[in-house]
């Protein structure tokens, strides 16, 4: 059974740094594409990265310049480093992995539980 499991979330004043990072564990043949979203209270979920198993990455225009998305394929790991953070950034963040468990199988989005992020002024 595929699991996502997030950490590295807590609080942080303005200006300063988060290093976010989600596994995928269980049977998992290959990942496609890795992505953080995030959600504020009262919020709908919004994209703030994702890359492809090519290594494209794409970025909010919010975050742009702050944060950089990377993964290890060999681990089945994604990471999101988050710098100069505002409280703006507040929210419950989440991985998403776009994955094919088996050769049998097509490829399905998985979603880990959450991590908070809190950013104080």
């Known amino acids: 059974q595929v699991q996502l499991v997030e950490s590295g979330g807590g609080l942080v004043q303005a200006g300063g740094s988060l290093d976010l990072s989600c596994a995928a564990t269980?049977?998992?043949?290959?990942?496609?594409?890795w992505g953080w979203y995030r959600q504020a209270p009262g919020q709908q979920r919004e994209l703030v990265a994702q890359i492809t198993r090519g290594l494209v990455r794409d970025y909010q225009d919010s975050v742009k310049g702050r944060f950089t998305i990377d993964r290890d394929n060999a681990m089945n790991i994604v990471y999101l480093r988050m710098n100069t953070l505002r409280p703006e950034d507040t929210a419950l963040y989440y991985c998403s992995a776009e994955l094919q468990a088996t050769d049998t199988e097509g490829y399905r989005t998985y979603w880990g539980q959450g991590t908070q992020v809190t950013v104080s002024s």
């Open positions: 269980g049977s998992i043949l290959r990942v496609y594409t």
